[in-house]
């Protein structure tokens, strides 16, 4: 298992905007990242949205999927309303942001991690020193560039979904 993540908005012809990270590897950049005031960590969050009886699980793949199911289904407003929800509660953030929500990267639901979050998070990454990240990282810093990269170019292009 890790984690998948896939910038929100990628414009046609460019590749996929796909970042992946080990359970251990985003444990690890999520301390990194926490130590250096990108995550932000003392915020309430709501509770997961109730699905509303009339629906079930297959109602909302429905939604989310059509090509898979070819018109076999009928969609059900409800499902529709409650997809919408979900989204919703997956792009959430503490406002103003001052880093990544970290529950965003304690499971591989599909969390919208924000351009807000994300430009929060590289200000504050930016008030460090090259050696201070350097020093945080054991020296290993080709990986995490490519990290602070992706997260520039997330920024631009609606933020990112962690699966």
């Given at each position: 298992m890790g984690y998948d993540m896939y910038i929100a908005n990628v414009p046609e012809g460019e590749?996929?905007?796909y970042f992946r990270l080990n359970i251990w590897g985003m444990s690890r950049y999520a301390q990194i990242m926490e130590q250096l005031g990108?995550?932000?960590?003392?915020?309430?969050?709501?509770?997961?949205?109730?699905k509303p009886d009339c629906i079930d699980w297959e109602d909302v793949s429905a939604v989310r999927y059509p090509e898979d199911y070819e018109g076999d289904m009928?969609?059900?407003?409800?499902?529709?309303?409650?997809?919408?929800?979900?989204?919703?509660h997956r792009a959430w953030?503490?406002?103003?942001?001052?880093?990544?929500?970290?529950h965003k990267f304690g499971t591989n639901d599909g969390w919208l991690v924000?351009?807000?979050?994300?430009?929060?998070?590289?200000?504050?990454?930016?008030?460090h020193s090259a050696e201070e990240v350097k020093a945080?990282?054991?020296g290993?810093?080709?990986?995490?560039?490519?990290?602070?990269?992706?997260?520039?170019?997330?920024q631009r292009q609606g933020g990112f979904r962690v699966h």
């Open positions: 590749d996929s905007g990108m995550i932000a960590t003392d915020y309430p969050l709501a509770a997961w949205p109730e009928p969609v059900k407003p409800e499902a529709v309303a409650y997809a919408k929800t979900i989204d919703e953030h503490p406002d103003p942001p001052f880093g990544i929500a970290l924000t351009p807000e979050e994300i430009a929060a998070a590289l200000e504050s990454y930016r008030t945080l990282l054991g290993n810093v080709d990986h995490w560039l490519k990290w602070i990269a992706y997260l520039e170019r997330a």
